[in-house]
């Protein structure tokens, strides 16, 4: 792996700056002092900042001075990142399609151009202008931007609640998740039951002022999960937070489905649903290591919707080992003829908890991109449009998350995850509870460990942080 030396003259985003390198250098061991295979540096000098890459030089002026002390301090990393980025740009003779920005959600930028009173177009022209964001990345936020504005946001008083189950029948090389296969995790399912229903009560009349937008029960594959303990699981959740909007449950596999894990979802009023095939390739699907096929999706999805499912999600992920662009193709081909009414498209990102990440696997970068337009092609035909999208570390190709919908049918959950606009409690293993202070831009949290095992141990001690959280302090405004 290679050595970087980066050194700033602003410690405090040497991190922000470590992010910038990595858009050109992929993974390799970056230090602040010490032996390097290649030396950036980053200063301010003569009313810029100046980064060099190996006698490679860019210079970026520095932002008028704000009376704001955190815009101040947003606008100062904004200048370094974008000159390094226009030095290594210019040093590697390589254009990441995102440009220069390394941020978990770029819808937010867009949103910031148009707050400040431009329009669409010039909005997407700011953004290609000043981070250097292919227009085609620029428009797709445009479009998110139109789809978000038909979906209402949520109301004062209104919070998400999530439900986390973190268990899976097997472990997909892929997946960072703290979670359990059935083969190590079966013997704690109960025990994890009750710590989950226990935590849930214990918080619920904290939230009883609240009014439940989105609920949401994820993973891992909470199917994975008997019959007996799924009901018990949702039956808490509803009692405790009864009356939400909109009732996600994350059926995932097809292989943890029986009819009367169906019939329980149905029953339950859940009002949307996922089964997701990653790929409808048999081949990629046992690579991975899933033991189940494309054929057992389609039984199933036929299955959904002979039982009145009426809005069920499929999740897709690109440049998986093994797969090419023809097979994507094959894959969208087939999930088209099962007609979703949302499609999530994932591009493969290899995180430090991956098994696929220990080896030697690495994607084509080219390809993925192919597979990204090919996928959007589709979701169109399709009659889907998108309405969130997300980006993280390790992305192949330094690509995205795209979630596409058909009128009508965006997530209010996933929009209010994604965009940060909804205080969010969060129960069960790793699950991460969030309260909003907009007025101030800051957002407080109260992580759950991660370990199963710890989480059962001590979960009244979760349900205290959550209730600490929810404790009134501060302004109504402050609040709000």
Known sequence: MRRVILQTACPEIWNDLCDVARLFL?????????E????????????AHVARVEGVSARVPLAPDSPDALEQRRQRKRGAKNALYQALKHWTGRKPPWGSLTGIRPTRLYAEQRAAGKGEEEAVEALVETFDVDRGKAQLLRDIAREQASVPAPAPGEIDV?????????????CSFAALDMKHGAKLTGAYVEAIMREMRLVAQDLSAFRVRGLY????????????????VLDCALRCFPGAREFTVEAGRPDTLSEDKLRLLRDAGATRVSLNPQTMNDET???VGRDHTAADIERVYGRMREMGFADINMDLILALPGETVDDVARTLERVARLAPDNLTVHTLALKRAAALRFTDYAADEM???????????????MGLAPYYLYRQKYMAGNLENVGYCRPGMASLYNIDIMEEIAPIAAFGAGAISKWLYPAARRIERAPNLKSVEQYIARVDEMAERKR???APRGTKEERA
Do not use: K
């Not at 390097?36 to 009313?47: D, K, L, M, P, V």
């Not at 029960?217 to 018990?232: H, K, M």
């Open 26 to 34: 992929g993974e390799c061991e970056i230090a602040q002092e010490g």
């Open 36 to 47: 390097g295979e290649i030396h950036i540096s980053h200063e301010i000098a003569g009313g």
């Open 162 to 174: 999530y439900v986390g189950i973190p268990f899976c029948r097997t472990r997909c090389s892929y």
């Open 217 to 232: 029960i994820g993973g891992g594959t909470p199917t994975a999960l008997s019959t007996g303990e799924l009901a018990r």
């Open 285 to 287: 699907l046992r690579r």
């Open 367 to 381: 390809a993925a991109q192919r597979m990204v337009d090919l996928a959007a092609g589709a979701a169109a035909a």
């Open 468 to 470: 600490a959280l929810w």
